[in-house]
């Protein structure tokens, strides 16, 4: 059962364009969400967060919306630029007991910036 | 600021025989994490330590693996013994507080 879908494997953008990169999450408890950029044969890399008390975080080139009735957050690059090729994971946490924060992932959608 | 060191990188063994993974997390995280990603999938946790303590180990396949993280610092992810759908990469993570959490490069298991 997937609590965050990524329903794009990949993304093909012209450089200078916006990137828009969606994820829909089911679980209703979820109250913080983040995205992460992965290179090959690396680590994850923390990109921006939003917290469900707000609609919108922007941090330079990158934002991230969220819109809680529909359950769904995106994440726009704009301009796009090469380096910005990487696999872009939407990640959502909700409190529970214990003070586990648990993250649960999407799968990835796969992004290349065309020159 | 050093980040979360892991090692091995790479590691194939054959099945049933056994792994472990280090890790090392950036100075003054309290809490770690470790991760499987299978390839094609997102990271999916196995076991969280607050300090050296086991906050969440409910997707960890306790009878092969085992993980201990002692005095709260380096900690140590044991495959044994290791099958066919251990293949993946496991990744370490440290947090020093809610969410934002920095990963290592990963450790890629293959097992033949």
């Known amino acids: 059962d997937q609590q965050v879908k990524q329903n794009s494997p990949s993304l093909s953008v012209q450089e200078g364009r916006i990137s828009i990169l969606n994820c829909d999450y089911t679980?209703?408890?979820?109250?913080?969400f983040l995205w992460y950029k992965k290179y090959p044969a690396e680590g994850p890399t923390f990109l921006i967060s939003?917290?469900?008390?707000?609609d919108k975080n922007e941090d330079g080139r990158f934002t991230v919306f969220l819109n809680k009735s529909a359950k769904h957050l995106s994440l726009h690059i704009v301009p796009s630029q090469p380096g910005d090729s990487a696999v872009y994971f939407c990640?959502?946490?909700?409190?529970?007991?214990?003070?586990?924060?648990?993250?649960?992932f999407g799968k990835g959608t796969k992004l290349t910036v065309n020159p | 600021e050093a980040g979360v060191a892991q090692s091995p990188r790479y590691k194939i063994i054959e099945k049933r025989q056994s792994v472990a993974f280090w890790c090392n997390p950036i100075?003054?995280?309290?809490?770690l994490y470790w991760y499987q990603q299978i390839l094609g999938q997102g990271p999916k946790l196995l076991i969280q330590?607050?300090?050296?303590?086991?906050?969440?180990d409910s997707q960890l396949p306790k009878d092969r693996f085992s993980a201990e993280r002692l005095k709260g610092v380096d900690s140590t992810l044991k495959i044994q013994p290791a099958k066919l759908e251990d293949s993946a990469v496991y990744l370490c993570?440290?947090?020093?507080?809610?969410?934002?959490?920095?990963f290592g490069p990963g450790t890629r298991l293959t097992v033949t």
């Open positions: 330590f607050q300090n050296n303590g086991v906050v969440d």
């Open positions: 100075s003054g995280h309290a809490t």
């Open positions: 679980n209703s408890m979820f109250d913080y």
């Open positions: 990640a959502a946490t909700s409190p529970t007991q214990g003070g586990s924060e648990k993250l649960v």
């Open positions: 939003i917290s469900s008390i707000k």
């Open positions: 993570a440290s947090s020093p507080d809610r969410a934002e959490q920095y």
